[in-house]
């Protein structure tokens, strides 16, 4: 009876369903048909469910919604993605959620994907980054391959 409002209300938001960083609450939220251009420094956690066109630096977490789309390189420690960005990532961790699309590099320590992401770029794992080695493969018609692999 008294908490039904409560229950209901972290099922709608995926954010606080969550045990990470940005589960905190949300101190800015740019709302579903919102569009701004610029470059933004947010300092506190972040849901974004319109559009942005520029670069994004956090000092807290991240949230893309579904209707969020991001054209521009962010760069923050916590960043959860269910929505679209185009442009490279830079975070501590990342969480791809079913129908994000990632066009763009990212580099993190901690990245999970979950089926139905897409993910179009490249990714390097900052923790395993001294390990890379470049490998060739031999020539075909294509041209040469370059493969990376990490030796354990």
Do not use: Q, W
């Amino acid at each position: 009876m008294f908490g039904n409002k409560e229950k209901s209300k972290d099922v709608d938001n995926p954010v606080m369903s969550h045990k990470s960083a940005t589960s905190k609450d949300i101190k800015t939220l740019i709302g579903e048909g919102c569009k701004i251009e610029g470059n933004f420094f947010i300092p506190t956690a972040t849901r974004i469910d319109g559009t942005i066109k520029g670069d994004l630096t956090g000092d807290s977490g991240i949230v893309i919604g579904n209707s969020g789309k991001v054209e521009g390189n962010i760069c923050s420690p916590e960043i959860i993605v269910y929505g679209n960005v185009t442009g490279n990532i830079e975070t501590n961790r990342i969480e791809l959620k079913r129908g994000a699309i990632v066009t763009g590099d990212i580099k993190t320590n901690d990245l999970i994907t979950e089926a139905g992401a897409v993910f179009n770029g490249k990714c390097i794992m900052k923790s395993e980054a001294d390990n890379v080695t470049e490998l060739k493969s031999s020539e075909s018609e294509l041209g040469s391959v370059k493969i990376k692999s990490v030796i354990s």
